[in-house]
């Protein structure tokens, strides 16, 4: 029996490197890979990330409502009929306007480092 999988499109370099940059002042944050595109976690919780061509952050109920309310944004859906709830992926306009991305960028930073921190679960060996 053959699997099916959807072939996710790579993240442009353009992508990878805004978000590395995006990450240079900020080293209590850890980078990692989810789903084969590059994310960042703060206390274990992941807030910010590409995936394919888009930029994603998580932001608290009235920053989600907030910025899609000033369509710079619109609900994370990775795949069809999955939305991440506390996610949203940026317009293009969003990410390219470093004034509007970085305000965003720390909202979501803040809003994450207040959670609860996740401990990394051992392995079951």
């Known amino acids: 029996m053959e699997k099916t999988q959807s072939k996710w499109k790579k993240a442009p370099q353009k992508q990878v490197d805004f978000f590395n940059q995006t990450l240079v002042c900020h080293p209590e944050v850890e980078k990692r890979q989810m789903f084969g595109y590059p994310c960042a976690f703060v206390g274990g919780n992941m807030f910010f990330g590409l995936f394919e061509d888009s930029v994603f952050l998580r932001l608290s109920s009235e920053d989600r409502e907030e910025i899609q309310r000033e369509n710079l944004a619109t609900p994370f859906e990775p795949m069809p009929g999955r939305v991440m709830k506390e996610y949203v992926s940026l317009s293009p306009a969003a990410v390219q306007d470093e004034g509007m ?3 965003w960028f720390e909202r979501s930073r803040v809003f994450t ?4 921190v996740k401990v990394k679960k051992g392995s079951k060996k």
Do not use: N
């Open 101 to 103: 991305f970085l305000p």
């Open 113 to 116: 480092a207040h959670l609860p």
